[in-house]
């Protein structure tokens, strides 16, 4: 969707659990193994000392940390929107196959509901509603987010087609139909796959 005026950003303030941290960074060592020294290198001292080391999933970090390490990474490759939508997808594949297994539901609808409850579990700020809109359709709704950035509905766009990926929905479509960073009251992932 094509969208007018500067995007707003708020960074301060929330926290999100480590496993899409540890997701992103997998996404580097599989894509450039060489290459993680140099991305944690770009971000601030406080971040590089956390990021660098063991990150548990478990572990909550400042919603700030992880725009700044997917701009490092996109830096460091001179990606865009693409590959932001591709670290979504990725911490999609790498969390529902492992840290987060217990959690996954065979069907699409299903697992955004039970998504949709258990948000705070993962992520202190907003709140997120599934609305099922088809048979094979439904609405990611996300409201009253006190951190924003235009990246991270990119990587939570990308989140979601790996979502339906990973539970049998094929050639999905996402499109983020209105977002909060642009004043609108919601983020709406208006979603379908066959």
Same mark, same amino acid.
């Given at each position: 969707?094509?969208?007018?005026?500067?995007?707003?950003?708020? @960074?301060?303030?929330?926290? @999100?659990?480590?496993?899409?941290?540890?997701?992103?960074?997998?996404?580097v060592r599989d894509h450039h193994p060489d290459a993680v020294p140099r991305v944690i290198a770009?971000?601030?001292?406080?971040?590089?000392?956390?990021?660098?080391?063991?990150?548990?999933?478990?572990?909550?970090?400042?919603?700030?940390?992880?725009?700044?390490? %997917?701009?490092?990474?996109?830096?460091?490759?001179?990606?865009?929107? %693409?590959?932001?939508?591709?670290?979504?997808?990725?911490?999609?594949?790498?969390?529902?196959?492992?840290?987060?297994?217990?959690?996954?539901?065979?069907?699409?609808?299903? !697992?955004?509901?039970?998504?949709?409850?258990?948000?705070?579990? !993962?992520?202190?700020?907003?709140?997120?509603?599934?609305?099922?809109?088809?048979?094979?359709?439904?609405?990611?709704?996300?409201?009253? %987010?006190?951190?924003?950035?235009?990246?991270?509905?990119?990587?939570?766009?990308?989140?979601?087609?790996?979502?339906?990926?990973?539970?049998?929905?094929?050639?999905?479509?996402?499109?983020?139909?209105?977002?909060?960073?642009?004043? %609108?009251?919601?983020?709406?992932?208006?979603?379908?796959?066959?």
């Amino acid at each position: 969707m094509t969208r007018t005026g500067q995007p707003k950003e708020h @960074l301060e303030g929330g926290r @999100l659990k480590g496993g899409i941290f540890r997701s992103h960074l997998q996404w580097v060592r599989d894509h450039h193994p060489d290459a993680v020294p140099r991305v944690i290198a770009r971000l601030s001292p406080d971040a590089a000392k956390q990021l660098g080391g063991t990150i548990l999933a478990t572990t909550w970090f400042p919603f700030a940390w992880l725009i700044e390490l %997917d701009r490092a990474i996109t830096e460091t490759f001179h990606g865009g929107v %693409d590959m932001l939508r591709d670290l979504g997808r990725y911490s999609a594949t790498i969390n529902l196959s492992t840290t987060y297994r217990l959690l996954d539901r065979k069907a699409n609808h299903e !697992f955004f509901r039970n998504s949709a409850l258990i948000h705070s579990q !993962f992520q202190d700020f907003g709140k997120v509603h599934y609305e099922q809109t088809g048979e094979s359709s439904g609405k990611m709704i996300h409201t009253s %987010d006190t951190c924003l950035s235009p990246s991270f509905c990119m990587s939570g766009l990308g989140y979601y087609y790996g979502c339906i990926e990973s539970h049998g929905g094929i050639s999905p479509g996402i499109v983020e139909t209105t977002c909060q960073c642009y004043g %609108d009251a919601a983020c709406v992932f208006d979603m379908h796959w066959k």
